[in-house]
């Protein structure tokens, strides 16, 4: 057995985050990671390694709603997901934080606003080097300038940002995570940023700018190959006692005054679910019936937009967004999401999705190609679930809403890439099998019978339990979650701070 101030399960951005900011305090932090560090290799910035074969992905099989198995887009390693991210760094709009009618229902309000998380914001921006421009994205509201410079657009990008503006719309610069882009031992700026591990540690993910600094700390460990099977607690259910971990296959108990779970939306709900008791008979902090409910991982559809004439000869492409949908608008009474370029698609990715092409033309299609991703909202229902199958395996039952809305954007991003000259644009969404920006299975609020978490991530149920992955989230909004993640993290921590660790 060994004890710790603070426990936190998962290195990813919530977790790996909490650590770097407990890390100065005295605290003796435990870092519990089941994966193993991403090594430093050549396969990093191989297609066919990392895409065809999942070379870094976990060979774990979750099912679907209706009991079909598929590999869910997750990374178990020091960083969790952020080592594979874009690095894509918005934060939510401020209406993001409240009601918004849909056309498929209402996203539900947040129980803190936008000018609370704000000076976190600020924070998250800073620690995890966001390049950005203020002023020229229409949803952006009032905000201080980003802390980093834009990341400028390549000349052919620039072209297509100047064709969107004839168009009447608004393009702006993505707010990106990236080290040093430019100067010695910095950013290459290189084509295999998005779902690719960084070889040389130049993205902004947690590992690189969370967890390995914190561990130079003397009070902070991290155990790697250490899988929490369950979290227990003591006779009266409301306070963790042990930590069950499988470390490298041997059994260790672990205690600690204070727990924070941030295993990613799935894998938290599963662990509270497994962790069931004498006093908590569906599932730990699961009075209200809520843990693993509620999921929801964005309606997201890839698109090529290809001419058969033009090489693309763009390296980092992935600098432009467009949120002129983003609210309701353009003759429609509801919001239909957000639009940003993505990395560069290799032949490999392509083959990978449609095996039955020949490499050779996935090449040729990918060398002519621009790459877009459209994203909308998905609502919380109570029915979209995290489960856990006799057996322990998990099963996500999942029917994706906002369909309507989703292909109206699909439609607006396709007609502004022909307007723009492209032949055509061919479109790829990963639907139902989506893990990718999942969220809100351990939903915080004020009341006790509609949220399992308070609004400092607190468990309703579990006094000494913290939940700080996108867990948490109400709603997903239309924009990619990693900062409001890193930034309610930090708010957290400054929260264990102030009242938990003196």
Request: hydrophobic letters at 40%; glycine letters at 8%.
């Amino acid at each position: 057995m060994e004890h710790f101030d603070v426990v936190i399960v998962g290195s990813g951005a919530g977790g790996g985050t909490m650590a770097h900011a407990l890390s100065g305090t005295g605290a003796r932090v435990l870092i519990l990671e089941r994966g193993e560090t991403v090594p430093q290799e050549a396969e990093n910035w191989d297609p066919a390694a990392v895409w065809k074969q999942q070379r870094y992905r976990p060979k774990e099989l979750w099912l679907d709603r209706r009991g079909r198995s598929f590999m869910p887009f997750v990374h178990y390693v020091v960083g969790g997901n952020t080592k594979f991210w874009g690095s894509v760094l918005y934060r939510l709009r401020r209406d993001d934080f409240e009601a918004i009618e849909h056309a498929d229902g209402v996203s539900p309000a947040w129980p803190i606003d936008y000018d609370t998380l704000a000076p976190w914001y600020d924070k998250a921006e800073r620690l995890y080097q966001v390049h950005g421009q203020q002023g020229t994205d229409p949803t952006d509201g009032d905000r201080g300038p980003f802390p980093y410079a834009a990341i400028p657009h390549e000349p052919a990008i620039l072209e297509l940002v100047e064709r969107m503006r004839e168009q009447g719309l608004h393009p702006s610069h993505l707010p990106l995570g990236l080290v040093s882009p430019g100067l010695v031992g910095g950013c290459i700026l290189c084509s295999t940023c998005a779902s690719f591990p960084c070889r040389i540690r130049a993205k902004s993910d947690a590992d690189t700018m969370c967890v390995e600094p914190a561990l130079t700390s003397e009070t902070v460990t991290m155990w790697t190959g250490a899988c929490v099977q369950r979290l227990v607690t003591d006779a009266s259910g409301r306070k963790i006692t042990g930590i069950d971990v499988d470390r490298n296959g041997e059994t260790v108990l672990v205690t600690a005054k204070t727990v924070v779970v941030a295993c990613g939306a799935v894998n938290s709900a599963a662990l509270l679910l497994r962790s069931a008791n004498e006093r908590h008979r569906h599932g730990l902090a699961n009075s209200s019936g809520l843990v693993g409910r509620r999921y929801m991982a964005h309606m997201a559809t890839m698109m090529e937009a290809f001419h058969p004439m033009k090489i693309n000869s763009t390296v980092f492409q992935k600098t432009v967004s467009i949120n002129d949908f983003y609210r309701a608008g353009h003759g429609r009474p509801y919001p239909l999401g957000h639009i940003q370029s993505q990395g560069r698609a290799h032949g490999a990715i392509v083959q990978s999705v449609a095996p039955f092409l020949p490499r050779w033309a996935c090449d040729a299609f990918t060398s002519r190609g621009v790459d877009w991703l459209a994203m909308s909202e998905d609502l919380p229902r109570a029915s979209n679930r995290v489960t856990l199958e006799p057996d322990g395996r998990i099963r996500v039952s999942y029917r994706p809403n906002n369909i309507g809305p989703h292909a109206d954007l699909v439609r607006e991003t396709r007609r502004m890439l022909k307007r723009i000259g492209y032949w055509t644009v061919i479109t790829h969404s990963f639907r139902v099998q989506n893990t990718t920006h999942q969220c809100g299975t351990l939903v915080f609020g004020n009341e006790e019978k509609t949220s399992v978490l308070d609004p400092y991530c607190r468990s309703h149920d579990v006094d000494n339990l913290f939940v700080v992955d996108a867990s948490f989230f109400p709603s997903s909004a239309a924009v990619n979650p990693g900062l409001t993640i890193i930034a309610q993290s930090l708010r957290v921590a400054d929260h264990l701070i102030r009242n938990e660790l003196n």
